[in-house]
Structure formats: C-alpha cells, structure tokens
C-alpha cells in the first residue's frame, strides 16, 4: 500500500521526537569533520530512489505519497547535504509542484545521517572569478529566492531533522510550520565564525522563538 505519513516519518528516524537540542558541545562541532569521509547509508538512498512513486533528480527525492509530497535532500553536487544554487532550485522546482497539485502538505527530510550543513561554501568560493562583484550578485540572488520560497509557500511544511542543521540548514526551519527532531538532531549557526550575515530571516525568526537574551 501507499506509505503513510508516520511511516515517511519512521523511515527518517523521527518518531522519538525531541523538542529541543542544547548544549552543542565542541566534540559535537567536530562531527562533520570526522564524518566527513564517510559515505551516507548507500542501502537507503537505492531504496529510495528506486520507490516507484520517486521522482528524480540529482541532489533531492521526490516522493509523491497519500495526500502529501515527501522531499529528501540527498545530494550529489555537494557533500553532507550541503546548499548550493542547483541543490536550491531542485528543491524550488519540487515545492512548486507541490503548490500546484492536489498534496495538502510537504515533508521535508534527508538521505544519510546529517540533515543540512548550510550553504556549499567550496562551490561559492570556486566561482568567485575575476568579476566577483557579479558573482557575488548571483549568490545572493539564489539564496534569496530559495528561503522567499519557502515564506511564500502556502501549504505546510512539516520538516523531519535527522541530523546535523547548520547556518542556512537550521535559519530555515523557522520558516516552516513544524519541526520534529530525533535525538541525533543537533542546531548550529556559526555566523560569527565564517565571519557571514545571518541568512534565512534567522536575525528576525531566531529572537521571535528563543526570546533577544538567547
């Protein structure tokens, strides 16, 4: 039969839901590092990719399912679920679609065991050519419209964190209705580090939901 949501749910690791994550501790900032050589769950991503009702494309699943449409990020043009224009606009294209059809909400969730690490700081830098002022111009732009994205879609999104959410993977959480966690769930947004502006609203969203102290 056709899976259902709690099931989409379970297939992530969601159903032991956590409300928050505190105390992100410098052995867990480490994580990506010591992960990242480390492939993600190969047997998963062949499972889904190979679900009938799979839609695909290069970096994310499309899973067409009873009453909602399921989206995993599972890139190939980046590492760890990272963010980059053609990650962005696959997952634009997908929430598109989902505006249009008959889902009545959206399932946002990943492949592997981090989540989202934020936005593909190798594949800006590489383009940062001679005329970076351009470049520069056209990254802003596809950062703009994929989180304009999700503010203007009009169906929920229920978002299944399974992992690791940083910078631009966690600031975009605030723009979704729901947010289940699992207990290797953790939050991180290292602004002041990478020496970068806050991204995904996260300078308007974070204070309205942590209060301005936090």
Known sequence: GTPTFMEALAANGTTNIQTSVTGVTASKRRFIDDRRDQPFDKRLRFSVRQTESAYRYRDI???????????LLSTKSSENNSLNPEVMKEVQSALSTAAADDSKLVLFSAVGSIFCCGLDFIYFIRRLTDDRKKESTKMAEA???????FIQFKKPIIVAVNGPAIGLGASILPLCD???ANEKAWFQTPYTTFGQ???GCSSLTFPR??????
């Open 61 to 71: 699943v499309v899973r067409k399912q009873d009453g909602f449409t399921h989206i």
């Open 209 to 214: 939901i942590m209060g301005l102290a936090s």
């Open 178 to 180: 729901v947010v289940w």
């Open 197 to 199: 502006s806050p991204d």
């Open 143 to 149: 950062i703009r419209n994929f989180v304009n994205t």
